[in-house]
């Protein structure tokens, strides 16, 4: 193994530029002459658009342009997409409704666009936003995700009768599994919420887009997880210009959380004017635009039911979901309720039988998509909640009615009853160390001693599994996915003997810059000095499909060992001729090429310049060592772990405070330690603030966002949280070169059942709705007694 | 336009703004110090926090012209010659950054933290950068690396 | 941010004149609520009078029966001063964030009166003397409504005295988001008897009555425990509804006279 390669805690070679204020988000770029752009944002849910009169603001001072929906129909601006088509359990297509960039006759939620206006300056912009007037007649609104569909519920859109989209199950095995139920010994039933997450990244989205009219190219600077699928989008749906006439660029990222994986109407807008006017236009949301415009996470209801036999062994489940997509479908809106949540509802257990429905409906909110996790944490709260609520219905320890059900080493691959073949685990050991870390025996000790003290305290288990690594196309296009989710990579030896890696994943606080550098140095036996990742710029590497689901490392990483092998096999050819030895006799370690048997060798740098200053090169061989590949995943991977969180209330407040936490995970191979910890620390604190404090509150009737604001809306700060305990075990995934499993999801996918059981165990009551709130705590404290 | 001069990170600068510019828009636009950062509306998430006469201070909550003859330090003046000043260093060897967003009005919190309260215990640390949000690290690294720099800096 | 003229008094009565001179002033003091607000657009004024050069409005100066704060004075400044009762430090060092402390001033939070603001909970608490360029304002009478004061138009508070407690505290409840008052209670013992002063509960800062009288036979957190204020006209929100503030009040109180000793 190299110095600091697969393993090492290497410090990252990000940090400097940006600790010292260097780097370089969208917002710190401008382009010479630029203008900026503010957009005209709807101030009521639902409601038809009569006119639109901006003669006033274009009198404004500074003011350039001011386009409207129908600017962008006249150019033939394709609508807004959503990637994944899904049928109805009658194979009726979804009902995805025309979704134009700026709205055209309508608008569905509260910051629904409706102009773009652009000016000098940023704030003559917005003031000139401000001067257009226009008419809207005012719609009943709907919220809600359990009343959209009901009769006489306001309608969104005419395709899509009682604002629905589609009506899902997986799969056709209803009556097996009712009949399991109706055979079983106990059957435990829990009613949940799954709350909607705003995702606020720090920073905020922006754009800023360029034409050059010598040569008709544009170019975009966005916030973006996935550039190259953008430049898909906006040239091949959205129609602004041919892929090799844009370059999408999206530098340094300020946290994604796949709020960034959408390809969304302003960035769309920005780039579409730059070349109507002919000139550079900038946008950047400000806080209060982030609430409304980027795409919300999770809103699903959910009645979940788990049947079990006289031994407490899982016998069936049965899962009935209704998600909210808001007022129109983004890129994964489809996917995310069903294939990325139902597939995961077998957790880490044996459970023979599953049925899930899952019912997608229209609400005049902002659109929802993809966050952190994105459908595997509503399974595993569905899955570990109804679980610890069996093991109290039962007086069965919960990590025993758990560990009786585990699929166990000796069962892998292992198929489960909804789609998934699993790879490889040991659910007990994680299990058997987060029970050791925690201190679960001392547990009854720790709750006498602050009932001692006026205090309530509980603890509670999330055991969970994810696919991550998403995913094989094969498999993605069966189910209805519109794009291969392959990965790309670059591997070049420049002459000198240096390394620049390009990767089609983009990093946006991963550390992909560090870590996959790590991988090359182990792979090639090159300083970890001498290697720098180039990614996040179209006209800089191959195409790739970009970072979501935790698939970076286990796609991404293996494309960049996939050509690292055929810098290797090239190499040896090279090798082979300079050392006068068959290509047979040539063995590859650390960097050097060795005559087998020999002290003959030559360093790979030094193949790489014979490479490029070929005068004494094997016959056939093609100068230079640069090599391209492309790597579609066998299969999802699996990470899994156990979670357990102890809490302490206040019962005279309903305060809670997480006084314990432990994580023990198996992401498989762990390429930099350091960095896949702070992975599962910043999950955490995602997954702790959906349990505790997190919720957009939309107003019923008005449908506002009544917290739309960091003084509202509650985000996780320092003083909420502890320190955590975590550890990891290892199991290497068998499908991918490095064994490497995907770790950016897993803290947000356990922590919320792991908190939530950790209260309820607390209070005694079998239910509380996140956010567990001081209010509802308090009240459910008193309802408890 | 009215003019503000200033003294940012040791240089008398000086620039035209509007009634309305913000600190944090003079420091950003006029200086083109990009290290500072604005992520809310709110005075909620300390991202474009700097010091005011050596006090920590949100930059998106202060008028430029507020800062008129003020001395003002931003992430960009903590180094010297390019090396990583010990709040920095921790930071970096603690992992205490991912996206870097929140970073700079962390680091510059931080380094008012350490300097009123040279020894301070994980309680303080926490309650001290409520100030500023960070949605990536969970605040446990920021914590470590506070730590840390407390040590070195010679608390 | 609409724009407005910004301008910078020299001194009182120039502050006092440039008011009066705009067509819709606004006196700047920290303006950790009047940036923000201007930033969101919520307000907008002709022109933006900045204090901060009026030197003598800001310091703590202890006399006699109490401690006189200037109007300028940082929460920072009060939070680590000696000089002002202990519970009016421990209550200015938990408003807002520390950045938000080195900014942010005595004269314009009460000004401002926000009715989950802290300090509106210490000057009536505390029963002190709110000082103004024309006259001196007794706190019962300045704080007459949701943000709204008796202070008349050109009128600038210049300080604030607090008179010396036997004991005082302060326990508050946060919004968990905002971190402002959802209920802030600040219980004292005064020499002419004791005051409890409720702030981030209703629509501004009130007294209850029954706690005072409990607290002044019996000085202890088991004499309020008993006293729950009525929900009615108490505000409802997001975070608290009114009668789960009613019972913080109650909590906090109790907290508040543990906090004193």
């Known amino acids: 193994m190299a110095e600091n390669g697969i393993g090492a805690s290497l410090k990252r070679k990000e940090d400097p530029r940006l600790l010292l204020g260097k780097g370089s988000y969208v917002d710190d770029i401008n382009r010479p002459?630029?203008?900026?752009?503010?957009?005209?944002?709807?101030?009521?849910?639902?409601?038809?658009?009569?006119?639109?009169?901006?003669?006033?603001?274009?009198?404004?001072?500074?003011?350039?342009?001011?386009?409207?929906?129908?600017?962008?129909?006249?150019?033939?601006?394709?609508?807004?997409?959503?990637?994944?088509?899904?049928?109805?359990?009658?194979?009726?297509?979804?009902?995805?409704?025309?979704?134009?960039?700026?709205?055209?006759?309508?608008?569905?939620?509260?910051?629904?666009?409706?102009?773009?206006?652009?000016?000098?300056?940023?704030?003559?912009?917005?003031?000139?936003?401000?001067?257009?007037?226009?008419?809207?007649?005012?719609?009943?609104?709907?919220?809600?995700?359990?009343?959209?569909?009901?009769?006489?519920?306001?309608?969104?859109?005419?395709?899509?009768?009682?604002?629905?989209?589609?009506?899902?199950?997986?799969?056709?095995?209803?009556?097996?599994?009712?009949?399991?139920?109706?055979?079983?010994?106990?059957?435990?039933?829990?009613?949940?919420?799954?709350?909607?997450?705003?995702?606020?990244?720090?920073?905020?989205?922006?754009?800023?887009?360029?034409?050059?009219?010598?040569?008709?190219?544009?170019?975009?600077?966005?916030?973006?997880?996935?550039?190259?699928?953008?430049?898909?989008?906006?040239?091949?749906?959205?129609?602004?210009?041919?892929?090799?006439?844009?370059?999408?660029?999206?530098p340094d990222v300020g946290g994604g959380f796949g709020s960034k994986i959408y390809v969304y109407s302003e960035e769309t807008a920005c780039l579409w004017a730059a070349r109507k006017i002919d000139r550079a236009v900038k946008w950047t949301a400000d806080r209060a635009e982030s609430f409304v415009s980027d795409a919300h996470g999770r809103d699903h209801v959910t009645t979940v039911e788990l049947a079990l036999d006289g031994d407490a062994k899982f016998l069936a489940m049965r899962c009935s979901t209704k998600a909210n997509l808001g007022g129109y479908m983004s890129l994964f809106s489809s996917a995310v309720p069903t294939y990325m949540y139902a597939t995961l509802l077998a957790g880490q257990y044996t459970t023979p039988q599953i049925y899930a429905e899952v019912k997608t409906v229209f609400t005049n909110t902002t659109p929802v998509d993809a966050y952190r996790g994105a459908g595997r944490p509503e399974a595993t709260y569905a899955l570990e909640r109804v679980v610890e609520a069996a093991a109290r219905e039962l007086n069965i320890d919960p990590a025993e009615l758990r560990r009786r059900n585990l699929i166990q080493p000796d069962q892998f691959p292992y198929e489960t009853p909804?789609?998934?073949?699993?790879?490889?685990?040991?659910?007990?050991?994680?299990?058997?160390k987060a029970i050791e870390i925690a201190d679960y025996a001392g547990f009854a000790a720790r709750r006498d001693q602050s009932k001692a003290g006026g205090k309530l305290r509980g603890i509670g288990f999330s055991n969970y599994i994810e696919a991550c690594g998403i995913a094989p196309s094969a498999a993605v296009g069966a189910l209805g996915g519109g794009v291969g989710l392959w990965e790309a990579a670059q591997v070049r030896f420049n002459p000198t003997g240096n390394v620049t890696v390009f990767t089609g994943t983009h990093a946006h606080g991963q550390g992909h810059e560090t870590a996959f550098a790590q991988v090359v140095a182990d792979q090639l036996g090159v300083p970890v000095e001498n290697v720098e990742v180039v990614h996040g710029d179209t006209d800089k590497g191959p195409f790739g499909m970009g970072t979501y689901g935790s698939r970076s490392i286990a796609v991404g990483g293996s494309a960049i060992v996939k050509a690292g092998e055929k810098i290797i096999a090239k190499g040896r050819k090279i090798a082979a001729h300079l050392l006068e030895a068959a290509e047979d006799d040539i063995e590859f370690t650390d960097g050097n090429f060795t005559v087998a048997g020999t002290d003959k060798a030559l360093n790979i740098g030094e193949v790489a310049f014979a490479a490029y200053v070929p005068h004494n090169y094997p016959e056939g061989v093609e100068p230079g060592l640069d090599e391209s590949a492309f790597y579609d995943p066998l299969n999802f991977s699996f990470p899994s772990g156990t979670h357990i969180c102890e809490v302490e209330v206040d019962p005279d407040t309903g305060t809670?405070?997480?006084?314990?936490?432990?994580?023990?995970?198996?992401?498989?191979?762990?390429?930099?330690?350091?960095?896949?910890?702070?992975?599962?620390?910043?999950?955490?604190?995602?997954?702790?603030?959906?349990?505790?404090?997190?919720?957009?509150?939309?107003?019923?009737?008005?449908?506002?966002?009544?917290?739309?604001?960091?003084?509202?809306?509650?985000?996780?700060?320092?003083?909420?949280?502890?320190?955590?305990?975590?550890?990891?075990?290892?199991?290497?995934?068998?499908?991918?070169?490095?064994?490497?499993?995907?770790?950016?999801?897993?803290?947000?996918?356990?922590?919320?059942?792991?908190?939530?059981?950790?209260?309820?165990?607390?209070?005694?009551?079998?239910?509380?709705?996140?956010?567990?709130?001081?209010?509802?705590?308090?009240?459910?404290?008193?309802?408890?007694? | 336009m009215p003019t503000v001069s200033m003294t940012v990170n040791g240089q008398a600068v000086s620039g035209e703004v509007e009634d309305r510019t913000l600190l944090v828009q003079f420091l950003r636009e006029n200086l083109r110090l990009t290290g500072t950062h604005v992520g809310c509306d709110t005075s909620q998430c300390g991202a474009c926090v700097v010091h005011v006469n050596g006090d920590s201070m949100k930059s998106c909550s202060m008028l430029a012209l507020q800062a008129e003859g003020a001395e003002v330090t931003t992430i960009e003046g903590l180094a010297s010659n390019g090396e990583l000043n010990p709040m920095q260093q921790a930071f970096m060897d603690n992992h205490g950054l991912q996206c870097g967003f929140c970073t700079p009005g962390m680091v510059m919190s931080a380094m008012d933290l350490v300097a009123k309260n040279p020894n301070p215990d994980e309680a303080t640390i926490r309650e001290n950068l409520e100030g500023n949000l960070c949605r990536c690290t969970g605040y446990h690294n920021i914590v470590k690396a506070v730590q840390q720099a407390a040590k070195t800096m010679g608390g | 941010m609409y724009n407005f003229n910004y301008q910078r008094a020299s001194s009182l009565d120039d502050a006092v004149a440039k008011l009066g001179a705009a067509s819709d002033g606004t006196l700047l003091a920290g303006g950790q609520t009047l940036i923000p607000t201007l930033k969101q657009r919520l307000a907008s004024?002709?022109?933006?009078?900045?204090?901060?050069?009026?030197?003598?409005?800001?310091?703590?100066?202890?006399?006699?029966?109490?401690?006189?704060?200037?109007?300028?004075?940082?929460?920072?400044?009060?939070?680590?001063?000696?000089?002002?009762?202990?519970?009016?430090?421990?209550?200015?060092?938990?408003?807002?964030?520390?950045?938000?402390?080195?900014?942010?001033?005595?004269?314009?939070?009460?000004?401002?009166?926000?009715?989950?603001?802290?300090?509106?909970?210490?000057?009536?608490?505390?029963?002190?003397?709110?000082?103004?360029?024309?006259?001196?304002?007794?706190?019962?009478?300045?704080?007459?409504?949701?943000?709204?004061?008796?202070?008349?138009d050109g009128e600038i508070i210049t300080s604030v005295t607090f008179p010396t407690p036997q004991k005082a505290g302060y326990a508050k409840f946060p919004n968990p988001a905002s971190r402002y008052a959802m209920v802030g209670v600040f219980a004292a013992q005064m020499g002419d008897g004791v005051r409890v002063a409720v702030t981030g509960a209703g629509p501004c800062v009130f007294r209850v009555a029954e706690m005072e009288s409990a607290l002044a036979g019996?000085?202890?957190?088991?004499a309020v425990a008993g006293i729950s204020v009525s929900a009615d006209g108490l505000n409802s929100d997001l975070h608290g509804s009114a009668e789960y503030r009613a019972h913080l009040v109650t909590v906090m109180a109790k907290r508040a006279v543990a906090a004193a000793g």
């Open chain 1, 418 to 432: 909804v789609v998934h073949t699993y790879d490889c685990g040991d659910y007990g050991a994680s299990l058997d």
């Open chain 3, 45 to 152: 004024h002709s022109d933006v009078i900045d204090l901060s050069g009026i030197g003598d409005l800001r310091g703590i100066s202890a006399d006699g029966g109490g401690v006189t704060v200037g109007a300028l004075t940082r929460h920072a400044e009060v939070a680590a001063s000696a000089d002002v009762p202990a519970a009016l430090a421990a209550l200015a060092d938990g408003i807002g964030d520390p950045q938000v402390r080195n900014c942010g001033t005595l004269g314009g939070s009460i000004a401002n009166a926000d009715p989950a603001a802290d300090y509106p909970a210490a000057v009536l608490g505390l029963g002190a003397t709110v000082n103004t360029n024309l006259r001196s304002i007794a706190a019962d009478d300045f704080f007459t409504g949701l943000f709204e004061t008796a202070l008349n």
């Open chain 1, 656 to 785: 809670v405070e997480i006084v314990n936490y432990t994580a023990v995970d198996d992401f498989g191979t762990l390429i930099n330690p350091m960095i896949v910890a702070g992975q599962v620390h910043g999950g955490i604190v995602q997954g702790v603030g959906q349990a505790l404090t997190e919720g957009a509150a939309y107003d019923p009737d008005s449908g506002q966002l009544v917290n739309g604001s960091f003084m509202d809306y509650t985000m996780p700060r320092a003083d909420n949280v502890p320190s955590f305990n975590i550890d990891t075990t290892e199991t290497p995934s068998p499908l991918n070169p490095l064994g490497v499993k995907g770790c950016g999801e897993a803290g947000a996918i356990a922590a919320p059942a792991a908190v939530m059981n950790a209260i309820t165990d607390a209070l005694g009551t079998e239910n509380i709705d996140m956010p567990a709130t001081p209010e509802k705590v308090w009240r459910a404290a008193q309802a408890a007694g």
């Open chain 1, 33 to 250: 002459g630029q203008a900026y752009a503010a957009f005209v944002r709807s101030p009521h849910a639902h409601a038809n658009i009569k006119s639109i009169n901006s003669t006033a603001a274009a009198a404004a001072p500074g003011v350039v342009a001011i386009f409207t929906g129908d600017d962008m129909a006249a150019d033939e601006v394709g609508p807004l997409i959503c990637g994944w088509a899904i049928s109805s359990k009658d194979g009726s297509p979804m009902n995805m409704p025309h979704h134009t960039c700026l709205a055209q006759g309508k608008v569905t939620y509260v910051g629904d666009h409706v102009a773009i206006v652009i000016a000098d300056t940023q704030e003559q912009a917005k003031d000139a936003a401000e001067l257009v007037e226009v008419d809207y007649e005012e719609l009943s609104a709907v919220v809600g995700t359990a009343d959209a569909d009901a009769a006489g519920a306001p309608q969104l859109h005419e395709n899509a009768p009682n604002n629905t989209c589609f009506d899902w199950h997986l799969a056709d095995n209803k009556a097996d599994v009712d009949a399991a139920f109706a055979g079983a010994a106990h059957v435990t039933k829990l009613d949940i919420l799954n709350n909607r997450l705003v995702p606020n990244a720090m920073e905020p989205r922006a754009a800023v887009g360029d034409y050059e009219r010598s040569t008709d190219s544009l170019t975009l600077y966005t916030t973006s997880q996935n550039p190259h699928v953008a430049r898909l989008v906006l040239s091949a749906f959205f129609g602004i210009a041919p892929e090799h006439k844009l370059r999408v660029v999206a």
């Open chain 3, 218 to 222: 019996n000085w202890s957190a088991d």
